[in-house]
């Protein structure tokens, strides 16, 4: 099987199962695990950040960052079609207490003045906005990378209304490989910043989440109280040094498959691309053929294709260090064999 249904699906390296085999560990409750540490340290100097906290997910990291930043009661700004908002469980009501405002975006990103415009004033009726959630690359805006300038406007929006900014950075590095701009730099425009060593990085488990030292301190407790308080966790740590120290630049190839099958896909009747295909994600409309995003996706896998269902019209392709230029070529074949 090809599977492009996701960057989730990687199998890690055989530096990550060696790293694994051959990690230093100690029980990282205490805060004994060397290599947690490595991995914490090297993350936080990769984002500009004081400190740095391994957690299980990417969602936990999310879920973090609103527990920790907000009282229950409050209200988070984030885009309409954010990881967040549509696929985290309803976890921000549910753990964080929060209410969520959601703006549309455009590609992914909010406006600054709409997002001046959300933010509560002081009113007994209201509830007050003390989050905004940014998220770069935006998975359901097809892999698009955030502009900095917007970013940079939003940030100066929350700071100037006392605001934190917390970035969903799940593929950040993805933005940094397709943009040329560093996440040091991204983050810059962030309080805190999430993001997965288990997607394009290729890890098999674990995200970071960034911020000074004394949000790190309170977020532990935390993930501590979310049960991802783990013990010699430096098995799972030692594959996500691994992720930063060698899988960072090969983000480029997977950008370079996506636009090589988007090309590809360009030239076959009644399929539509409908992103821009900026990083690893391809959004695909089938309308025009003769199957629903179902049957399309059914019809590919009995060729040995997988992809995901996206929507009313659309389905999705991911690329990633296990897809090759072969595996493009035959998804195209076999996409052509079925419209
Ligand atoms: C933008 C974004 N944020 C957060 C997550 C959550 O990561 P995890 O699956 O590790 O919980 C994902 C997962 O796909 C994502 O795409």
Not at 22 to 43: C, H, I, N, Q, S
């Amino acid at each position: 099987m090809i599977d492009l249904r996701s960057d989730t699906v990687t199998k890690p390296t055989e530096a990550m199962r060696r790293a694994a085999y051959e990690a230093e560990v100690g029980d990282d409750v205490y805060g004994e695990d060397p290599t947690v540490t490595r991995l914490e340290e090297k993350a936080a100097e990769l984002l500009g950040k004081e400190k740095a906290l391994f957690v299980t997910s990417g969602t936990q990291g999310n879920q973090i960052a609103a527990l920790t930043h907000c009282r229950p009661g409050d209200e988070v700004i984030l885009e309409a079609s954010s990881h967040i908002y549509i696929h985290e469980v309803g976890g921000f009501s549910t753990l964080a207490n929060v209410q969520i405002r959601p703006i549309p975006g455009i590609n992914g990103a909010m406006d600054p003045v709409e997002v001046k415009n959300t933010i509560r004033s002081e009113n007994i009726h209201y509830p007050t906005t003390s989050l905004v959630c940014i998220e770069n690359t935006h998975n359901l805006a097809g892999g698009a990378v955030l502009p900095l300038s917007n970013m940079q406007a939003i940030y100066q929006v929350a700071k100037v209304n006392n605001l934190q900014v917390h970035l969903d950075g799940a593929r950040l590095f993805n933005a940094q490989v397709a943009s040329g701009i560093s996440v040091k730099e991204y983050a810059k425009n962030a309080d805190t910043v999430q993001f997965c060593l288990s997607k394009g990085l290729g890890a098999p488990v674990g995200s970071i989440i960034a911020g000074t030292e004394a949000f790190i301190k309170r977020a532990r407790k935390w993930r501590k109280m979310l049960g991802g308080g783990l013990r010699q966790v430096g098995i799972i740590a030692a594959p996500g040094l691994v992720a930063l120290e060698e899988n960072i630049e090969q983000l480029a190839e997977d950008h370079a498959h996506a636009r090589i099958f988007a090309e590809g896909l360009a030239t076959i009747d009644g399929i539509r691309v409908e992103n821009k295909v900026e990083t690893n994600i391809i959004i695909v409309n089938v309308k025009e053929t003769e199957h629903t995003p179902e049957t399309f996706v059914d019809a590919l896998k009995s060729k040995g294709i997988l992809a995901g269902v996206f929507g009313l019209d659309t389905v999705r392709f991911v690329t990633h260090y296990d897809v090759s230029r072969e595996d493009i070529d035959k998804a195209l074949i076999a996409i052509q064999a079925i419209v």
